[in-house]
């Protein structure tokens, strides 16, 4: 089963993505970050619900929540 590590890895590779397309935002749901990781559903989704904090935490007061402002 994927680590938080492992979880805020995949979150900060797929926000990365986003930006490098040019999106305005960016949508993630449990399985977009679970799937690439494997293990789909499973007992720790917790860990996906934990990195919402993390998510919070990075866009808060940005204009542009994916980096480019």
């Known amino acids: 089963m994927p680590t938080k590590d492992e979880f805020r890895a995949e979150l900060e590779a797929q926000l990365c993505r986003a930006a490098l397309r040019g999106d305005a935002y960016l949508d993630v749901n449990a399985g977009d970050l679970h799937r690439p990781l494997g293990g789909y559903p ?28």
């Not at 007992?43 to 990195?51: I, K, P, V």
């Open 42 to 69: 499973g007992a720790r989704q917790s860990d996906a619900a934990l990195l919402r904090g993390d998510v919070r935490r990075a866009t808060r007061g940005r204009r542009d929540p994916l980096g480019a402002d």
